[in-house]
């Protein structure tokens, strides 16, 4: 609508009810941030308006932004033909906040297609005056003013702003009387909330009059630039990488828009919430700053009513601080399976079941759940991980017995002398390849490691077997005295096995 908001905000709702035969009715609405800031009011405030879902003009620049953007239009173009207009803003204040008088003279807002005029006057000369020029009135006041006052304000047009040392948010809208708008604002946000309320509705006025005022071939010539001042570019789409987020931690986030070519400038945006403490943003990152859950509402930069907005959730987590693996060298045979055993601290953690395994080489070693399944003779490092902890061990595969082979299978061994048994396993490296070596007959022969030593003459089996018992070799010894002649059985020297 190009009509002053002011003139129609209030009786639309009325007008809606009567559409849809005095039922309730939920509205939807859209216009600049200021407008909406007083709509969401005014239709809560309705009996038949269920809610208010306000949608802000699909739009990437603020009211201010807009201004300045149709200021540098008219003065880099050298533009002339257009209305001109003096705002004359007129300030009543009550005695209790004459110390603002000075900043009050001091705002300005001085452009090229319009220029602020300002005077003040306390509320005791104001209910004087008879006749008074003025293009926007705002009434500044500490006190509750009577109902006659505020009658004969609803006669104005502008604003009423009550200060409040009590409020919880900085400007809340009260009530329309007329076609003045009622406001309370915490005492230091006075100045603030006079510029929310000159863009609200007179500033906003002066932009679309001077746009209208343009001629046509200045508005076909300079079309492109016109739309970026008055028309929708694109709407803010906040996408974050999970809505939980972890006390301390950080998630990503990213400000999408529904028109490809108009990306979201993050220095543009600003950010509000629903419970101070719990998140904060920087444009780029979320952090959990306490647990609890908390909304995010997305400004625009000089706007004050949310564009998009965000709800999270900051948990503690109880995480894994710390895995332990009973052993951190496992040795085992190819074609064995081997349950890993580990404890993790907190033995209570709350993502145990996010715990995962991973091998270096899939070949010499599979792990699922904690299951190792050994492939072929090598080396790999078993690692399990428990998101940002983790520990790893060694696994040695290794092949199991094949032979053993004594250089020997038969020896003699003079009384009371020893012998070096030499013998050789294949393969060299199999696990379960130390040996056990026995005599069967210890009045003949004993043996000490691999050493076989006389003790009385006559023949005895010397056995060879491997620690798992699989694999198992005899030698046949023979021992004789010294010095008596002895018949010794012939030495069968054979090759080595594969030798």
């Known amino acids: 609508m190009n009509a002053p908001f002011s003139e129609w905000c209030d009786c639309i709702l009325d ?19 200021e407008e909406m800031f007083a709509m969401k009011a005014l239709a809560t405030a309705h009996p038949l308006c269920n809610s208010c879902d306000c949608v802000p003009w699909i739009r990437d620049t603020a009211t201010t932004t807009r201004l300045k953007k149709l200021h540098e239009l008219i003065r880099d173009k050298n533009i002339r033909d257009y209305e001109f207009q003096n705002l004359f803003a007129l300030f009543v204040v009550s005695d209790e906040i004459k110390m603002f008088r000075r900043d009050l003279l001091g705002l300005e807002i001085k452009n090229s297609f319009c220029k602020l005029q300002t005077e003040i006057v306390s509320l005791r000369e104001f209910w004087k005056m008879h006749n008074h020029s003025h293009d926007i009135l ?6 509750k003013l009577s109902d006659a006052h505020l009658n004969q304000l609803s006669k104005e047009e502008g604003f009423l702003i009550q200060i409040s040392d009590t409020l919880s948010e900085s400007i809340v809208f009260d009530k329309k009387i007329g076609k003045f708008f009622a406001f309370y ?9 006079i510029f929310k309320c000159l863009l609200f509705m007179p500033l906003i006025q002066i932009l679309r009059r001077c746009i209208a005022s343009l001629p046509s071939e200045t508005k076909s010539l300079y079309k492109k630039s016109l739309e970026d001042v008055q028309s929708t570019t694109n709407r803010i789409i906040p996408v974050a990488e999970s809505n939980t987020i972890e006390l301390g931690q950080s998630i990503r986030i990213r400000f999408d828009s529904d028109i490809a070519t108009h990306p979201i400038s993050v220095g543009n945006l600003s950010y509000t919430y629903s419970r101070d403490g719990i998140i904060r943003c920087n444009g780029l990152l979320v952090e959990g700053l306490r647990e609890g859950s908390c909304t995010m509402y997305i400004q ?17 987590r109880n995480r894994i601080q710390e895995i332990i693996f009973t052993e951190q060298k496992l040795i085992i045979g190819e074609g064995c399976e081997h349950i890993v055993k580990f404890s993790v601290s907190p033995t209570d953690a709350d993502n145990f079941n996010k715990i995962t395994w991973h091998t270096t080489d899939s070949a010499v070693a599979l792990i699922e759940n904690g299951r190792l399944k050994a492939k072929k003779q090598g080396i790999c490092n078993i690692s399990c991980v428990a998101e940002n902890v983790s520990a790893s061990f060694r696994c040695v595969v290794k092949p199991f017995l094949v032979a053993i082979v004594p250089e020997e299978e038969e020896m003699e061994v003079a009384c009371g002398d020893k012998k070096l048994l030499k013998i050789r396993i294949i393969p060299e490296n199999a696990i379960d390849g130390q040996l056990l070596i026995s005599s069967m007959d210890m009045r003949v022969a004993n043996v000490v490691g691999q050493e076989v ?13 491997n620690v798992t018992k699989s694999i198992r070799k005899e030698v046949i010894v023979e021992v004789f005295k010294k010095g008596l002649l002895t018949t010794v059985t012939k030495k069968v020297k054979k090759k080595f096995f594969g030798g």
Do not use: M
């Open 300 to 316: 625009r930069t000089g706007e004050t009513v949310p564009c998009a907005e965000i709800s999270f959730n900051v948990i503690k």
């Open 138 to 143: 705002f009434v500044l006041t500490v006190q």
């Open 185 to 193: 604002v915490q005492r230091d946000f006075l100045i603030q909330a």
């Open 453 to 465: 030593h006389g003790v009385g003459k006559g023949t005895t089996r010397i056995v060879i077997e």
């Open 15 to 33: 007008d809606i009810a009567k559409q849809f035969n005095d039922e309730s009715f939920l509205l939807t609405f859209s216009s600049c941030a």
